[in-house]
């Protein structure tokens, strides 16, 4: 499911090189639904259309799949993308989607949680869009988000 406001919507696994399909917007209150989409990889994007033109994408990457070959766009060779750089302090790591896990490298990541209402700034945590819906999952989020082009 992809949740947008463009007139389109495509998706895509891996980078540009396998679409999943385009799909136009269906009204108000609705949203995209790939059904049966044959994911191989672990690279997974939304590409929103406005007027024909691209103006928001938002990308995944599930871990539990093989590799994508274009993943090779996002990391200079020989880097690890979550390896923690040396003096720098993290204040959080989130496995969203996911439980509490511990790294190869012995940090600690919390499980994705929804925000207490009124928290402030004393805890952290994810609120949607999708709370003020009835019949909407209360913590979903937006799939397609405003990117620079």
């Given at each position: 499911m992809?949740?947008?406001?463009?007139?389109?919507?495509?998706?895509?696994?891996?980078?540009?090189?396998?679409?999943?399909?385009?799909?136009?917007h269906?009204?108000?209150?609705?949203?995209?639904?790939?059904?049966?989409?044959?994911?191989?990889?672990?690279?997974l994007?939304?590409?929103?259309?406005?007027?024909?033109?691209?103006?928001?994408?938002?990308?995944v990457?599930?871990?539990?799949l093989?590799e994508?070959?274009?993943?090779a766009?996002l990391?200079?060779?020989?880097?690890?993308?979550?390896?923690?750089?040396?003096?720098?302090?993290?204040?959080y790591?989130?496995?969203?989607?996911?439980?509490?896990?511990?790294?190869?490298?012995?940090?600690?990541w919390?499980?994705?949680?929804?925000?207490?209402?009124?928290?402030?700034?004393k805890?952290?945590?994810?609120?949607?869009?999708?709370?003020?819906?009835?019949?909407?999952?209360a913590?979903?989020?937006?799939?397609?988000?405003?990117?620079?082009?």
């Amino acid at each position: 499911m992809v949740y947008s406001n463009c007139d389109e919507v495509e998706l895509f696994n891996d980078f540009g090189k396998i679409s999943l399909g385009k799909q136009q917007h269906g009204g108000f209150g609705t949203h995209f639904i790939f059904n049966k989409a044959n994911v191989q990889y672990n690279v997974l994007y939304a590409v929103g259309y406005t007027n024909g033109r691209p103006v928001a994408r938002d990308t995944v990457l599930l871990n539990h799949l093989p590799e994508a070959p274009g993943i090779a766009s996002l990391k200079p060779a020989g880097t690890v993308l979550l390896k923690p750089k040396p003096g720098l302090n993290y204040v959080y790591r989130v496995n969203s989607g996911g439980g509490d896990y511990m790294d190869e490298w012995g940090n600690k990541w919390e499980a994705d949680r929804a925000l207490p209402q009124n928290a402030g700034r004393k805890y952290w945590g994810s609120s949607s869009w999708t709370s003020a819906f009835d019949n909407m999952p209360a913590f979903l989020p937006a799939s397609v988000e405003p990117m620079q082009l």
